[in-house]
């Protein structure tokens, strides 16, 4: 099931920048939702922001206007700017890809309990100090 490969985690202190980078070799993503999760030892797993195929994005409300993602269908891959880090934004993240027929809405995937997809990356950790 894992087939994405993610990457760009790393440690900031508050009010830093990451950007997260997640390649689908091998993948026709224009045929998934594409998006970010993350999860942590406390916290139950968390939807964090999608994007289909069109460039229609949605995002957590805990991320809004702070987080960007994007995808280049050329490379195949997909990106997660984080900025203006805050300490409960550390975490496990990972990339995962979703079929589009599945879900009549982009949000519906990202915030659906429990989670689905058809491939998904190893993870990134991402710590965020105060």
């Known amino acids: 099931q894992e087939r994405l490969v993610d990457s760009g985690g790393g440690s900031v202190q508050a009010g830093g920048s990451l950007s997260l980078s997640c390649r689908a070799p091998?993948?026709?993503?224009?045929?998934?939702?594409m998006g970010w999760f993350r999860q942590t030892d406390e916290t139950p797993r968390e939807g964090v922001a999608a994007?289909?195929?069109?460039?229609?994005?949605t995002y957590a409300d805990s991320v809004k206007g702070r987080f960007t993602i994007s995808r280049d269908s050329a490379k195949n891959t997909l990106y997660l700017q984080m900025n203006n880090l805050k300490p409960e934004d550390t975490a496990m993240y990972f990339c995962a890809a979703e079929s589009r027929a599945r879900w009549d809405r982009l949000r519906d995937w990202l915030g659906a309990q429990p989670q689905s997809w058809v491939y998904r990356g190893q993870g990134t950790q991402v710590t965020v100090s105060s």
């Open positions: 994007i289909d195929s069109d460039g229609t994005t």
């Open positions: 091998g993948i026709t993503t224009g045929r998934y939702f």
